[in-house]
Nanobody
Framework: QVQLVESGGDLVQAGGSLRLSCVAS????????LGWYRQAPGKQRELVAS??????????SYSDSIKGRFTFSRDNAKNTGYLQMTSLKVEDTGVYYCNYKAYGGDYWGHGTQVTVSS
């Protein structure tokens, strides 16, 4: 079993920055896919960034809506993933969820709220 805990969400003005963290505990594999999803009010949950990894090798992809503004990174030793968000826009508002998939498992955190004001 894997547990994911997100943190770092906050209220921030447009143009500001935040760094989200996702700490994983439990049976963590050296391979898998980490993802950051967000769900805006009244909308479906969407994938904003994903990282396929094996040991220290990462392959990262971003949605067009956040490309160039968000950076996904991982600290292998700390079992922690980060989403550095810059140049935040009002439309980035939502609950951000961390997801981990490996060997048939699909794990979610409870989310962290990001609110961007104009």
């Amino acid at each position: 079993q894997v547990q994911l805990v997100e943190s770092g969400g906050d209220l921030v003005q447009a143009g500001g920055s935040l760094r989200l963290s996702c700490v994983a505990s439990g049976h963590i594999f050296k391979t898998g896919v980490l993802g950051w999803y967000r769900q805006a009010p009244g909308k479906q949950r969407e994938l904003v960034a994903s990282m396929a990894f094996r040991d220290t090798t990462n392959f990262i992809s971003y949605s067009d809506s956040i490309k160039g503004r968000f950076t996904f990174s991982r600290d292998n030793a700390k079992n922690t993933g980060y989403l550095q968000m810059t140049s935040l826009k009002v439309e980035d508002t939502g609950v951000y969820y961390c997801n981990y998939k490996a060997y048939g498992g699909d794990y979610w955190g409870h989310g962290t709220q990001v609110t961007v004001s104009s």
